[in-house]
């Protein structure tokens, strides 16, 4: 009786993994399907290119994160400016 009830708690434990691997299966692809789409901005000799990954087929959203990379990428270089860290693309860096 006793190994009936191990080979039951077994099959369970079992069942409960592949429910999980299913589950996270289903949630990659869902992920993959709302970033198959990118594009880039800006360039490398202009202060760094970026590549902003979403969903074309939600332009909205897709423009939100576009909006927001630009922002994000604003305050960089206002930060970099504000603490003085060098622009490494800058032709006065005697570190080049």
Not at 45 to 68: H, L, M, T
């Amino acid at each position: 009786m006793e190994q009936n009830e191990q080979q039951g708690s077994i099959r369970q434990a079992m069942d409960n993994i592949r429910d999980s691997l299913n589950s996270i299966e289903k949630e990659l692809i869902q992920l993959e399907n709302q970033r198959t789409d990118s594009i880039e901005l800006g360039s490398p000799s202009k202060g760094g290119k970026i590549k902003v990954y979403g969903n074309a087929s939600d332009p909205q959203a897709f423009r939100e994160k576009i909006e927001n990379i630009i922002n994000l990428k604003y305050y960089a270089e206002v930060y970099d400016e504000q603490t003085g860290n060098p622009d490494p693309k800058d032709p006065g860096d005697d570190d080049e």
